[in-house]
T-cell receptor, first 112, second 114 residues
Framework: TQLLEQSPQFLSIQEGENLTVYCNSS?????LQWYRQEPGEGPVLLVT?????EVKKLKRLTFQFGDARKDSSLHITAAQPGDTGLYLC????????????FGTGTRLKVLA | NAGVTQTPKFQVLKTGQSMTLQCAQD?????MYWYRQDPGMGLRLIYY???????DKGEVPNGYNVSRLNKREFSLRLESAAPSQTSVYFC?????????????FGNGTRLTVT
């Protein structure tokens, strides 16, 4: 059973377009993280959100944690080819746990 | 700073063979982790070590053993490899008992079992 579902699985867009990636679950998480992974490399942590309704911004990336802490979204404004990669969300079921559950990932390709 | 270093980068094994994947971190992190990544499955935790001398099972520990040799090194051993263990393996480390403040991954070991 996959506790964290990401959508869409694949996304191919033109440079300059906006996009939103979703991470959904029926379970409550104490915190949620977003990673970006490029081919041949390990995931790189982008952000951690811990409070329901929290919004964090990282340049053109906006991350939101759902009010009920069951879902999260990642919005990219004016996508660039450098944003291409696999985006993964990961949630912790209880505070301080090492058992982060990873979503299946969204593979994004931004065309120049 | 090297961060998290994994060796080897690639490995091909025959069913029944054994091997050890090596991982070392130079960030003085207490916690270290082994994950496997399969297409459409995300990353799944195999084993975890909160600190030197301790190890705990994750989601998919069957067929694997680990050893926390010292604070820097955390190895993963496959005693009798099976085709189902074909995957990309990632080692990670963190400063505290979760990735919330820091989570650093190595670049992975791509393992094929024939």
């Amino acid at each position: 059973t996959q506790l964290l579902e990401q959508s869409p699985q694949f996304l191919s867009i033109q440079e300059g377009e906006n996009l939103t990636v979703y991470c959904n679950s029926s379970s409550v998480f104490s915190s949620l993280q977003w990673y970006r992974q490029e081919p041949g490399e390990g995931p790189v942590l982008l952000v951690t959100v811990v409070t329901g309704g929290e919004v964090k911004k990282l340049k053109r990336l906006t991350f939101q944690f759902g009010d009920a802490r069951k879902d999260s979204s990642l919005h990219i404004t004016a996508a660039q080819p450098g944003d291409t990669g696999l985006y993964l969300c990961a949630g912790a079921r209880t505070s301080g746990t090492y058992k982060y559950i990873f979503g299946t990932g969204t593979r994004l390709k931004v065309l120049a | 700073n090297a961060g998290v270093t994994q060796t080897p980068k690639f490995q091909v094994l025959k069913t029944g063979q054994s091997m050890t994947l090596q991982c070392a971190q130079d960030m003085n992190h207490n916690s270290m982790y082994w994950y496997r990544q399969d297409p459409g499955m995300g990353l799944r935790l195999i084993y975890y070590s909160a600190s030197e001398g301790t190890t705990d099972k994750g989601e998919v520990p069957n067929g694997y053993n680990v050893s926390r040799l010292n604070k820097r090194e955390f190895s993963l051993r496959l005693e009798s490899a099976a085709p189902s263990q074909t995957s990309v393996y990632f080692c990670a480390s963190s400063e505290v008992r979760s990735f919330a403040r820091s989570g650093d991954f190595g670049n992975g070991t791509r393992l094929t079992v024939t």
